[in-house]
């Protein structure tokens, strides 16, 4: 399984990715809401975690662009 997450508060995403890895789980983690859109395009994922506060391109918005809803 391959997660992205997309989260800016450091000490959040190092807590989601410490339990993800712990499980042997590869997550990959960005700060901003352009890059993860940019991860996305790039390499499949079976599972996005947003936040909906983050800068560059909100949560919900990514949300959209990822399921097609521009």
Not at 26 to 49: H, R, S, T, W
Request: with cysteine.
């Amino acid at each position: 399984m391959k997660i992205l997450l997309v989260e800016d508060e450091k000490k959040i995403a190092d807590f989601i990715i410490q339990g993800f890895m712990e499980q042997h789980i590869d997550v990959e983690a960005v700060d901003n809401g352009l890059l993860g859109e940019q991860l996305f395009l790039e390499a499949p994922y079976d599972v996005v975690i947003l936040d909906l506060i983050v800068p560059g391109m909100n949560g919900m918005e990514l949300c959209r662009k990822i399921r097609g809803g521009q």
